[in-house]
């Protein structure tokens, strides 16, 4: 089976350089990369833009921008070079992600992201990237983001064009969701799904929940079921691999990626998913 | 102002025995408490109803039933136990929590669910004790509760009577929620609030996030706000604080009603709010 549409995203081998990133993924036969700010930046947007391209690989998406919520800095010239650094790299979608709350107003902190996500629109439109907006789990909305469900960050979308503003399916943060199918075939419907990515929900969660997730087929996630909702939702887009994990990060990159590749085709790409 | 409305969950003052939580809920001026089925098996359930009583206090809830996911044992004996007790306590509500799954299937847990109460509503009904499903917040969905939002207990509630079914909301648990404003109006509008359970949310969590309750104003939840939906709904039954946390359980238990009195005045029912 192809690998055409695994990404691999530079978190899941965070002790690498992009450079790294982009030849462990070209030799192990991906089809892209999802590139986070940071290594790009180390590397240069525009070395960047050539190392992927050289090596026969996709941009997925650029993680990430976002936040949107503080009080004394709008936080758009960011996300503007953020929109820039994506253009740079042929990433269609730029993966934000909205929040925290930086006091107890959680209606305040929603509105401050719906209004200055109108502020990039414009630009996201003329630099040919979309921003894709990503729900995280629930338990994230204290410090890092305000929007916690498909649908949410669907209404969220709604006024903008398609072109301009999608959804992220990221599985660890929506699997709960007992509307989730609804949302996404609406999500599907209307053109929005920006991005599928995959990781697995571990139990017991560990210390730092930011590093909780696992690899597909570590935790208690139902991928033959999500997956199918996704493909019935019409969606042939890259399917990234993101994973938050202190043991995976220790691991050899190589061999994360072996993993990678192993799982996806047992659990994701399987025939009869 | 009076306290009659507000109760002491025992979980708050976990390290105290039925009696200890009765004697410190009644000395504080408390309108209720809402005892756990272990505390009150340790007590007897006739000694406890009656300690209670003789103490001048209501139940507002017996804490608790429910799982009802396993695939093997469908639990049901030990929940019409459970709704036995809190009939001879006079507690006008058992709540229960749904979960976890005992596998991947997550639907099918789901179902099970559904499936059970409708079992146990018939029993509910006969012991005048109405089935408080509560949504726990989506990290618990793995291992500890597949309802995880107002609208799915709400969804979950609708086929049976008023009288058999209602829904909790527990501030830790549904704060984050986009829909909450709604679905606290409708749960009034259908006369399903059972109880309004307030405790706050801890940044950052705690490693166990079990435990990362807080005292009411220790956290980040506005409770004017949630509080006022609460009352806009139309609901006027007790407010109970349940708090799971090792530096509450550490602290002296009158302390902590201390504190949890001062807080509900300051924050819960406050004027203005």
Same mark, same amino acid.
């Given at each position: 089976?192809?690998?055409?549409?695994?990404?691999?995203?530079?978190?899941?081998?965070?002790?690498?350089?992009?450079?790294?990133?982009?030849?462990?993924?070209?030799?192990?036969?991906?089809?892209?990369?999802?590139?986070?700010?940071?290594?790009?930046?180390?590397?240069?947007?525009?070395?960047?833009?050539?190392?992927?391209?050289?090596?026969?690989?996709?941009?997925?998406?650029?993680?990430?921008?976002?936040?949107?919520?503080?009080?004394?800095?709008?936080?758009?010239?960011?996300?503007?070079?953020?929109?820039?650094?994506?253009?740079?790299?042929?990433?269609?979608?730029?993966?934000?992600?909205?929040?925290?709350?930086?006091?107890?107003?959680?209606?305040?902190?929603?509105?401050?992201?719906?209004?200055?996500?109108?502020?990039?629109?414009? /630009?996201?439109?003329?630099?040919?990237?979309?921003?894709?907006?990503?729900?995280?789990?629930?338990?994230?909305?204290?410090?890092?983001?305000?929007?916690?469900?498909?649908?949410?960050?669907?209404?969220?979308?709604?006024?903008?064009?398609?072109?301009?503003?999608?959804?992220?399916?990221?599985?660890?943060?929506?699997?709960?969701?007992?509307?989730?199918?609804?949302?996404?075939?609406?999500?599907?419907?209307?053109?929005?799904?920006?991005?599928?990515?995959?990781?697995?929900?571990?139990?017991?969660?560990?210390?730092?929940?930011?590093?909780?997730?696992?690899?597909?087929?570590?935790?208690?996630?139902?991928?033959?079921?999500?997956?199918?909702?996704?493909?019935?939702?019409? /969606?042939?887009?890259?399917?990234?691999?993101?994973?938050?994990?202190?043991?995976?990060?220790?691991?050899?990159?190589?061999?994360?990626?072996?993993?990678?590749?192993?799982?996806?085709?047992?659990?994701?790409?399987?025939?009869?998913?």
């Amino acid at each position: 089976m192809s690998l055409e549409r695994l990404s691999l995203n530079t978190k899941t081998v965070n002790n690498w350089t992009l450079k790294e990133a982009v030849e462990g993924a070209a030799q192990a036969g991906l089809g892209a990369i999802g590139p986070w700010r940071d290594r790009v930046q180390e590397a240069g947007v525009t070395e960047s833009a050539k190392m992927i391209s050289d090596a026969g690989l996709r941009v997925s998406t650029l993680c990430r921008g976002g936040f949107l919520t503080a009080i004394d800095d709008d936080g758009l010239d960011d996300n503007r070079r953020a929109l820039d650094e994506a253009a740079e790299l042929g990433a269609p979608e730029l993966v934000m992600v909205m929040g925290g709350i930086p006091d107890r107003d959680l209606i305040g902190a929603r509105v401050r992201v719906s209004d200055r996500l109108a502020d990039l629109v414009p /630009y996201a439109l003329e630099r040919g990237v979309r921003i894709a907006l990503e729900p995280l789990h629930p338990m994230f909305v204290a410090d890092r983001a305000v929007i916690s469900t498909l649908g949410q960050a669907l209404a969220m979308a709604e006024p903008h064009p398609v072109e301009a503003v999608g959804v992220v399916v990221d599985t660890f943060h929506v699997w709960w969701d007992p509307d989730l199918e609804a949302q996404i075939k609406t999500a599907g419907e209307r053109g929005r799904i920006s991005s599928y990515q995959v990781c697995d929900w571990l139990v017991p969660m560990e210390a730092d929940p930011l590093l909780s997730r696992g690899m597909m087929g570590d935790g208690v996630i139902d991928f033959a079921t999500i997956g199918r909702w996704v493909e019935e939702a019409g /969606y042939r887009g890259d399917v990234e691999v993101e994973i938050f994990n202190a043991a995976v990060w220790a691991a050899d990159g190589d061999q994360v990626i072996g993993t990678m590749v192993e799982r996806y085709r047992e659990l994701i790409d399987a025939p009869g998913n």
